[in-house]
């Protein structure tokens, strides 16, 4: 029995192969992204306020990306367990085509109702804080990140590809020098150091622009020097032909992805946005919170990627049992890991609010809902992998019901009703909602026993 949940020493090896420059690359992102968090927060609750509506905002954008480009990157993974390089250089193409198109449109439509967007967030009160400013930092915040779009898309077309392929060192080094950029340039032009202005919110943005346009050139330019190990790359410029019944069966995979993360996305943006109904104290609280899980959540998203790596090359490959086999063993010690992790998030819920330059209020209120976040940790981290389990597989009209359906049936309902029809506090209504997801846990345990997910969808290419 214990043997279908636990590995052996080969297969933790192959685990820890792909996940740990994954994982270091995350917890870097995580940890800086938590330092600059912690300087714009130090210029008051409305400054971390308006970047933090900001990045909720400009988070549709990117969850529509990784949604649109996990379709063609499932056949990505299984072109290459196939060992089949011009699969590989079609799907490639695919998300170039997709990628660069969407984002294009999404910078037209941020920049014509972008602070409608954020003004949606600031109908609560005040708390004491100017909501005017708030506003304003925020609208400058998201003008000078929609520069940082196109570069942060080619990104993720060619890290994603790599990854696909088996490489997750290369666009952790690029990952890596970007952060450190990010990082001294956030301290520069934040506080106006070395002689630069201090530019208050605007700087973290313009710090994020640049350190995203040097990962861009470092990703694309290892891609293209290593042609030789990444042959799916020769020629893929050359014309940007894809056989018609290949484009079409990656669209109709794709198309359900798509439309999941644009839904979820926007189901989060909604239930943001009902939170902000507590106040401008819930707005700061959350964003803590949201930072802080992040870097929790390290682990929880490599695994993601692994699953989507390993199960998906041994479907291509048409190892059915193996692929089930090896889903069951990442779930199962994702689970064991998470339950370790939402413990050590509970026992620093104390620590994280002191990081912070707000007001007494927010931090306990921060306080308390990182203790519902910990708690709340295993029962996200199970959905989140059966997600990717069954995603593997090209399941993705299932994965569209299990995850955005359910998001605006159940979470955003929910979210809405106590907000507007009780007097809940914010604290309980963060617990409401977190944990509503353990109806998740029982459709998701039913899908993977069933395991209708698995199956080779490159068989016939």
Known sequence: MLSRYVGTKQFYKKVLRLLIPII??????????????VMVGSLGTEAISAASIANTVLTVHMLAIFGGLSGPGIFGAQFFGKGDMEGMRCTFRYKLLFGLSFTVGAIAVYLLFG??????????????????????????????????????????????TLREAGETR??????????????????????????????????????????????MVIVVVHSHRHTDKYRFLLDAYKS????????GRITRTSL????????????????NQFYSSRGLNAVAALNITS??????????????????????QQLGAGKIPAARDTAGKLIFLTEVIHVIIGA???????????????????????????????????????AHSTYFT???GGRTVITFLFDAVYSWLITVVLAFCLTRFTDMSIVQIYACVQFVDVIKLVIGLLMLKSGFWARNVVREE
């Open 24 to 37: 270091i690359q995350q917890f870097i992102t995580s940890f800086v992204s938590l330092l600059d968090n």
């Open 115 to 160: 602070e409608q967007f954020i003004r949606s967030f600031l109908q609560g009160d005040s708390n004491g804080g100017d909501l005017a400013r708030t506003l304003e930092d925020g609208v400058g915040y998201l003008r000078v990140m929609l520069v940082g779009l196109i570069p942060f898309t080619l990104v993720q077309i060619y890290a994603g």
């Open 170 to 215: 290369a666009p952790m080094f690029a990952g890596i020098c970007a952060i450190l950029i990010n990082l001294f340039l956030n301290w520069v032009l934040i506080f106006g150091h070395l002689g630069a202005p201090a530019l208050g919110v605007r700087g973290a943005a313009i710090a994020t622009v640049i350190s995203r346009f040097a990962e």
């Open 240 to 247: 940007f032909r894809i056989p018609r019944r290949l484009a």
């Open 256 to 271: 359900p992805l798509l439309v999941n993360e644009i839904l979820w996305s926007l189901a989060m943006t909604f239930i």
């Open 291 to 312: 930072t802080a899980w992040n870097l929790f959540c390290v682990i929880m998203f490599a695994m993601g990627s692994a699953t989507a790596i390993m199960v998906g």
């Open 344 to 382: 050590a998030m509970v026992l620093a819920s104390p620590l994280i609010p002191r990081l912070y330059q707000v007001n007494e209020d927010v931090r306990e209120l921060t306080r308390q809902l990182l203790v519902i976040a910990g708690l709340s940790l295993p029962l996200h981290s199970f």
């Open 390 to 392: 069954i995603r593997s």
